[in-house]
């Protein structure tokens, strides 16, 4: 059971565009909600979060934006640069709870 | 550099051995938790401690076991190895025990079972 779903293994994008990756969600109780940045041989760093009581939060290119009637939540990265490039994961966990959800993730490839 | 320490790197073994995989968390966070990422597939949460108490389990086999020493390191125990547990073994940590507080990774640890 996917509770947390990145329906796109991988998107392509030119530089200086925007990059947009999407985030599916299916438990209503997770009140918080992380994207992580993988680089090849490297573990998972932290980019950026949000709560479930905000529905955006930005930090410098990048900007989350959660929409919890819909159960998705979105990282859009503007412009994009090639050091973008990375798998990126959506995270999701409920303070009732006592484990994080990962998605699968999906690789972003930032062309020139 | 995150500040997570995971050895060895790489390992390579045989079915049916048994391995330890070992975490030194960033200096100060007190939580550490393991994850299994397996080909084109996303963290598989396995385990988390606190302060040397097991804090959560997720979906880890009985085949697996894990511990938190005094000195806050972790080990990652996987016995009676069988192909599919072939994977990169993910150690994080954090400050506290709740999931607002952000996760640092290690590097991870490459685990080929032949």
């Known amino acids: 059971d996917q509770q947390v779903k990145q329906n796109s293994p991988s998107l392509s994008v030119q530089e200086g565009r925007i990059s947009i990756l999407n985030c599916d969600y299916t438990?209503?109780?997770?009140?918080?909600f992380l994207w992580y940045k993988k680089y090849p041989a490297e573990g998972p760093t932290f980019l950026i979060s949000?709560?479930?009581?905000?529905d955006k939060n930005e930090d410098g290119r990048f900007t989350v934006f959660l929409n919890k009637s819909a159960k998705h939540l979105s990282l859009h990265i503007v412009p994009s640069q090639p050091g973008d490039s990375a798998v990126y994961f959506c995270?999701?966990?409920?303070?009732?709870?006592?484990?994080?959800?990962f998605g699968s993730g999906t690789r972003l490839s930032i062309r020139p | 550099d995150s500040g997570v320490t995971q050895t060895p790197k790489h390992l390579i073994t045989a079915t049916g051995q048994r391995v330890t995989l070992r975490c030194s968390p960033r200096?100060?966070?007190?939580?550490v938790y393991w994850y299994q990422q397996s080909l084109d597939q996303g963290l598989q949460f396995l385990i988390q401690?606190?302060?040397?108490?097991?804090?959560a389990k997720g979906n880890i086999l009985e085949r697996f076991s894990a511990q938190q020493f005094p000195d806050l390191h972790s080990e990652l125990n996987l016995s009676s190895l069988e192909l599919g547990d072939s994977a990169l073994y993910f150690c994080?940590?954090?400050?506290?025990?709740?999931?607002?507080?952000?996760?640092?990774f290690g590097n991870g640890t490459r685990l080929t079972v032949t």
């Open positions: 995270a999701a966990f409920a303070s009732s709870a006592s484990k994080i959800i």
């Open positions: 200096s100060g966070d007190l939580s």
């Open positions: 401690y606190y302060n040397g108490e097991e804090r």
């Open positions: 994080a940590s954090s400050v506290g025990n709740s999931y607002n507080s952000p996760l640092h």
């Open positions: 949000i709560s479930s009581i905000k």
């Open positions: 438990n209503s109780m997770f009140d918080y």
